[in-house]
């Protein structure tokens, strides 16, 4: 019977070590909107830095903040002081000239990574040092990002 009990105490100290992973800092959702020159932005992509926390990115889809990720898919952004950088980018149609050798290798698409069109917004929207654009997320409720940029 002392086995046994070595045995269940050795699973019970594993399952609790399992359980035990690194702590994440607390996360608050986000939603809002973003408009440029008082009309809704129509794509996106949005970028929260807190310091000493990772970044949190989330779409912007016809004007409206969504997905803002930290760590899981919709967790929203740490919480504390954030800057927030946003880069939009008109897409490029893609054509494609026939060359007729199939062994032709295309290279990168012209929407590669998102930079294939002209940018929507000023450049300096781009950078969380450079765009001004700042807000508290704070913990325990879901907090609404509104911003009207020039």
């Known amino acids: 019977m002392k086995n046994y009990w070595g045995v269940f105490a050795l699973i019970l100290v594993v399952m609790m070590t399992i359980g035990c992973g690194p702590k994440r800092p607390p996360t608050a959702?986000?939603?809002?909107?973003v408009t440029y020159q008082g009309?809704?932005?129509?794509?996106g992509t949005?970028?929260?830095e807190v310091d000493g926390?990772?970044?949190?990115?989330?779409?912007?889809?016809?004007?409206?903040?969504?997905?803002?990720?930290t760590f899981e898919p919709n967790d929203g952004v740490?919480?504390?002081?954030?800057?927030?950088?946003?880069?939009?980018?008109?897409e490029v149609e893609e054509t494609i000239a026939e060359t007729g050798d199939p062994s032709?290798?295309?290279?990168?698409?012209?929407?590669?990574?998102?930079?294939?069109?002209?940018?929507?917004?000023?450049?300096?929207?781009g950078n969380p040092s450079t765009s001004n654009l700042t807000v508290t997320i704070e913990k325990g409720k879901e907090n609404t990002v509104n911003l009207d940029l020039e």
């Open 29 to 33: 959702k986000v939603v809002g909107k």
């Open 39 to 43: 009309a809704p932005l129509a794509t």
């Open 46 to 48: 949005i970028i929260f």
């Open 53 to 69: 926390a990772r970044p949190a990115t989330g779409k912007i889809v016809d004007g409206q903040i969504v997905n803002v990720t």
């Open 78 to 90: 740490s919480i504390g002081l954030a800057k927030i950088a946003i880069v939009a980018r008109e």
């Open 104 to 125: 032709a290798s295309r290279g990168p698409s012209a929407n590669y990574m998102g930079l294939g069109g002209r940018l929507l917004l000023p450049p300096h929207y």
